[in-house]
Each structure stands twice: as structure tokens, then as C-alpha cells.
């Protein structure tokens, strides 16, 4: 067995070509200090050495061995292929469809790239290719982001059969683009949401391992004690594992029932959660501060459109 790490600077015989020298190879078995080998790869049957071009040792992947698993070092990417996307996802950024109802009209036969019928997932595209959905061309949709104050009694969802009332209808008109919630409040929560076709940026902003600031203000149904207070800034243990405030206060000097608290964690219902494992009902849930985002001018139900600057620090990931 032979493990590959690294590589060197190249040998005198590769500079003359202009090409870098073989990498490292150790011989695992021998215990003794690696010997580098310029221009030579191993046989894997035999574990001896023969004598190879630089070139061809160069270009080979690079391996490391980890037990009896085989990790491949990526290939760097040139400028084109840098540019190519999957094709479902470029169906999707034009606004069609989702990407699970592009990889379907994909199969269907639905979709042609140059004038090629496509049938094949993972099929990936150039910014130069010309791509049609029943003959009609696919270009991406122009990025809108919406910066809405969100009423009670309103779900974050596009479509539900069940909500009498969705956010999606108090943008409606403000572009032929269509917009998504960026996360979720709750249909009693109020304050800031971002609505955009951004995808990427809306993964940027709501993957749990990206956990973005928010801010909240609380209202119980009775004033917070001292000791609970305490206790939600050095953290507790709820169903789904440990969680503690950023920072956690008292919101008005006098009425202790109203609490503010800043917190990354993105978990489903975590403020109602953490309140309510210490016998407390929140009455009344207000988001005031999202990914560098607050509700300023913005009355309960109305929206605007983001800035180009605000647009540029979401983009720029300034914020925390």
C-alpha cells in the first residue's frame, strides 16, 4: 500500500520541460522516512517502482489512503467549467419550476439545449447555451429582494391549503418575478422576512450551519424572574439538545414581562421553546432584527424593496 502526500518543487529534469516533478510516495510498510522519487510512480501489484515521465506522474490524481477508504483530491477547476451549472438549476433560476419539477420535464422530454433534446439528469450548461422548455427559451430571472414587516396571522409559505391568509399575497403585484420567504415565522410571529428568488443567498441565510444573528422581543404572560433570566443566558437543555442566549434582557425598565433576546440558532420555534420549558406562555413574538435587516419605517403589513447596498452587505455576508 502507498500513500501519496503532497508534492515538491519540481526536479531539474521537469523545469527544463516546464512541467512539476511527481509527488511524494511513501511506502507505508517500511516504517522508515519517505524517500522522494522524482519522476517515478509505484506499481500497485508489486510496490516497486518504475520509471514513469514527469508529465504522466503529474497528471495522474493525487491519492491518500485512509484505512481501506480512498479520498480523490478534487481537480481544480478551469475558468469554463467553473461557469457550468446544472441544468436543473438553471431551469429553476429562470422561474419555471422547482428543481424537482425540472429534473421531471427534463425526463419528459421537455427541455433542449442548442436545439439537442435532453433527457439525461445532471447534465450541466454554459452561460452561453441556448436552453428551451416546450420550445420556449429559458433565460434567468432577474434577482428581486423584498424586505417585508410581516402582520400577525400570515404564514411564510407560498401555498397552503389550510391558511386562510400567506405573505405571497401582500407582495403580489410587486413583480412578475416570484419571490419565496427566506425561513420561517410562525403564524403568530411579526417583524422582519426577506422575500426573494435568490436561492443561493437564501441558503446563505437559513442553513443551520450559517446560523445568522436575530433579534427578538418578548412579551409573557408574566413578568420574567431574575434566576430564569440567568438561566437563559448560560443555557439550557430542551428535547433537541443544549441551546443559550447571545444576550438576553429586559426590554422595558419597568414591565419584566417584556424581554429582548438575541440568538443564532436556527431551530424550529427555539424562543417560544426556551420560554416555555420554564413555565412561561409567549403571548406576543416580534422579530426586529434579521442577517443586518431590522423593520425601520416599515408599518406591520408593508414592504419594500432592499437597497443595492443592503443587497450588497447580504451578498458580501457583512453581517452577522
Not at 88 to 109: L, P, Q
Amino acid at each position: 500500500m502507498v500513500i501519496a502526500r503532497g508534492t515538491r518543487k519540481p526536479g531539474g529534469a521537469a523545469r527544463k520541460r516546464g512541467v512539476p516533478s511527481a509527488g511524494r510516495v511513501y511506502k507505508k510498510t517500511t516504517g522508515k522516512a519517505p524517500k522522494e522519487i522524482t519522476g517515478k510512480a509505484p506499481n500497485r501489484a508489486t510496490g516497486k517502482f518504475k520509471k514513469e515521465s514527469a508529465e504522466k506522474a503529474w497528471k495522474k490524481t493525487e491519492r491518500k489512503v485512509i484505512g481501506a477508504k480512498r479520498q480523490f483530491r478534487a481537480t481544480p477547476k478551469t475558468g469554463h467549467e467553473s461557469d457550468l451549472i446544472r441544468l436543473n438549476k438553471y431551469i429553476a433560476s429562470t422561474g419555471v419550476c422547482s428543481r424537482r419539477e425540472a429534473d421531471e420535464f427534463i425526463v419528459a422530454g421537455l427541455i433542449t439545449i442548442n436545439g439537442k433534446l435532453v433527457t439525461e439528469l445532471g447534465v450541466k450548461v454554459s452561460p452561453g447555451d441556448l436552453v428551451k422548455y416546450n420550445g420556449e427559451t429559458l433565460r434567468e430571472e432577474k434577482k428581486v429582494y423584498i424586505l417585508m414587516n410581516k402582520p400577525k396571522d400570515y404564514v411564510t409559505t407560498v401555498e397552503d391549503p389550510h391558511a386562510k391568509k400567506t405573505v405571497i399575497e401582500l407582495v403580489k403585484g410587486a413583480c412578475k418575478e416570484r419571490v419565496y420567504p427566506v425561513g420561517r415565522l410562525d403564524r403568530n410571529t411579526t417583524g422582519v422576512l426577506l422575500l426573494t428568488n435568490d436561492g443561493e443567498l437564501t441558503k446563505r441565510l437559513t442553513h443551520p450551519k450559517f446560523e445568522k444573528l436575530k433579534i427578538y422581543h418578548v412579551h409573557l404572560n408574566k413578568n420574567l424572574r431574575q434566576g430564569d433570566l440567568e438561566k437563559v443566558a448560560t443555557g439550557i437543555t430542551l428535547e433537541d439538545g443544549f441551546i443559550k442566549a447571545d444576550a438576553i434582557n429586559y426590554a422595558d425598565p419597568v414591565d419584566k414581562s417584556q424581554v429582548g433576546i438575541e440568538i443564532h440558532s436556527g431551530r424550529n420555534h427555539i424562543v417560544r421553546r426556551i420560554f416555555e420549558t420554564l413555565g412561561y406562555e409567549v403571548v406576543k413574538l416580534d422579530r426586529v432584527y434579521f442577517a443586518g435587516l431590522t423593520k425601520k419605517n416599515l408599518h406591520r403589513g408593508e414592504w419594500r424593496f432592499l437597497t443595492e447596498k443592503e443587497i450588497a452587505m447580504l451578498k458580501m455576508n457583512a453581517f452577522k
